[in-house]
């Protein structure tokens, strides 16, 4: 267990549920969006952290509009409902990875995808958006793209990402390894 984890994540509640996160406080006209990197092998440790700060947020926050968006699990939904997960999955047996993803490079394309995205948080429904799924979705969505489409429709609302990888105040490293291009946007949630 990452003892450096733990203690990040001691203050991840206190964190959401402050006035200056969900005002935008300190900001100097910044979006509010931040991002909550952590060790990818820690995946699993930080799904059940996000159902737990999903039960305690209302307990100490009951008027705190919260949603939860997995990345992935919207991804699926719009290919559903876009009659694409099927022939993906055959296309995926068929002619491999590298075909699926130039396949679904158009219907999956994040300014498409922002407007889903839109859909799903309903951002003028709440008062913060709690995002993950980041890594299930690559290499169909760059989480870095997506953000920056996300501007326009998250208007003021706070949005934090759960990020596995690194993030080091300029650019994401997915899984500690794979860079994408600088992001300048976001704020460390937890340093």
């Not at 406080?25 to 737990?52: T, V």
């Not at 990875?97 to 859909?119: H, I, R, S, T």
């Not at 980041?134 to 760059?142: A, D, E």
Request: aromatic share 8%; charged share 25%.
């Amino acid at each position: 267990m990452n003892d450096n984890l733990t203690e990040r994540l001691n203050v991840v509640l206190e964190k959401l549920i402050s006035d200056d996160l969900i005002n935008g406080r300190g900001l100097g006209n910044e979006i509010a969006f931040y991002i909550f990197d952590y060790p990818p092998e820690e995946e699993l440790r930080i799904r059940d952290h996000i159902e737990f700060l999903l039960k305690q947020i209302p307990m100490h926050m009951p008027e705190l509009r919260v949603i939860h968006v997995d990345l992935f699990d919207m991804v699926l939904d719009h290919m559903r409902s876009r009659n694409l997960l099927e022939p993906s999955y055959k296309l995926q047996r068929d002619k491999g990875d590298e075909a699926l993803v130039k396949a679904l490079k158009a219907p999956l394309k994040e300014d498409k995808l922002a407007q889903v995205f839109k859909e799903v948080a309903r951002p003028d429904d709440h008062d913060l958006v709690l995002v993950s799924g980041i890594g299930g979705v690559y290499p169909m969505l760059r989480s870095h793209s997506l953000l920056n489409n996300l501007h326009a429709v998250m208007g003021l609302k706070p949005l934090v990402m759960f990020f596995p990888g690194r993030y080091d105040g300029q650019s994401l490293s997915l899984f500690g390894e794979l860079s994408d291009n600088n992001y300048y946007r976001a704020f460390k949630l937890v340093p």
